[in-house]
């Protein structure tokens, strides 16, 4: 009945234009020499080549969190909160405490 039985309701999740690695040629590459630069490790012991690497994935993981959360946060809580689901101002209030711990002044 209304349950969660079809997926129709999310495929507009999948499949979303303009994201992903086939769409950029360079992030393959990117990808590529990322992957061997930590493989460089146990060839080379640690080395500048492993120290860009780990620098550059942990940077885009973090990136890519951050964004995958602040979308979140717009996408299911302030749209529906701003859109009359008046129910979702608790939780969306007690979501965005979480991020004050990074703000000491706060």
């Given at each position: ?10 495929d507009h ?13 360079c992030a ?56 009359g689901k ?21």
């Amino acid at each position: 009945m209304g349950g969660l039985s079809s997926g129709a309701q999310y495929d507009h999740l999948l499949n979303r234009p303009g994201r992903g690695l086939g769409d950029d040629g360079c992030a393959i590459q990117r990808a590529t020499a990322c992957i061997f630069g930590m493989w460089s490790l146990p060839l080379y012991k640690d080395n500048p080549v492993y120290r860009v690497s780990q620098a550059v994935f942990v940077g885009s993981c973090a990136g890519h969190a951050i964004g995958v959360a602040i979308g979140n946060i717009k996408n299911y809580g302030l749209v529906p909160l701003f859109g009359g689901k008046v129910d979702l101002i608790v939780p969306v209030a007690l979501g965005l405490l979480l991020y004050t711990r990074f703000f000491p002044a706060v």
